[in-house]
């Protein structure tokens, strides 16, 4: 069975472009859902909606591919998930290692979608003496002292870092100098790596920071919109006013809305940076 060390996809040699490259698993996904309901065919343009892009874009990616279609019956869906697979090395074994079997790491040893996509979690491995041999989703856990052992044996290329953030950096040092090539980072924390080896990085704080950034900013909007329409949440008459009066200037919102705005806003109404973790 072929593993990582010995084969690598050939999108680089191909020259497709990263975005491109970063869109096919978004499409395979799509694909791979109208495979299992026996689609035979797709239109670019239901694809594109499926996986969340625009049609002319979708083209374009698939032109790299060699992939055009056929007009008037679009692109055979099953044709498609095997082109997508092997551009992106899917169609063959990928021996993973995750690294810190914590609560996160034992969740990522538990997914079962690892082995339906090309990938086989050949070892779990963790640093605390207590955790080896103890099973995780029906594998022992192994200690960081065997690290380069089991990567050696297995052929290992990509590594899951799972570790607190302290530690992440010495275990990517480890894992390259074993000879693993990519790396998928959970820890909370920017990895400094030699050329040639690739790290994808995936922070759950900071995409709900950027989340919070954009929820703000619809909080704001939506108390702006409000004071400046007649009639609206901002606006109120004066007590007692016949309806010749002059109506009142702007008030403030109510109380709670006027709080949570000003939680969110900050005491000068300015949106404040996104900050990192």
Known sequence: MATGRTHRPATRSRGIPEATVARLPLYLRALTALSERSVPTVSSEELAAAAGVNSAKLRKDFSYLGS?????????????????????????????????????????????????????????????????????????????????????????SIGVIATPAGAAQQVSERLIAAGVTSILNFAPTVLSVPDGVDVRKVDLSIELQILAFHEQRKAGEEAAAGASVPGGEGVAEVPGAGSGAAPAAAVEPPAGRAAAVARKNGPEGDVPAVMPA
């Not at 082995?115 to 779990?124: D, M, N, T």
């Not at 995780?136 to 200690?143: F, I, S």
Request: aromatic share 8%.
């Open 68 to 156: 055009y279609g056929t007009r008037g019956v679009g692109y055979d869906v099953e044709y498609l998930v095997y082109q997508i697979s092997r551009e992106l090395g899917l169609t063959q074994d990928w021996p993973v290692v995750i690294v810190g079997i914590g609560n996160l790491g034992a969740a990522l040893a538990n997914y079962g979608g690892f082995s339906a996509r090309g990938f086989r979690v050949a070892a779990l491995i963790d640093a605390d003496p207590a955790m080896a041999g103890k099973p995780v989703a029906g594998m022992p856990v192994q200690h960081t002292d065997d690290l380069e052992k089991i990567i050696e044996e297995n052929g290992v």
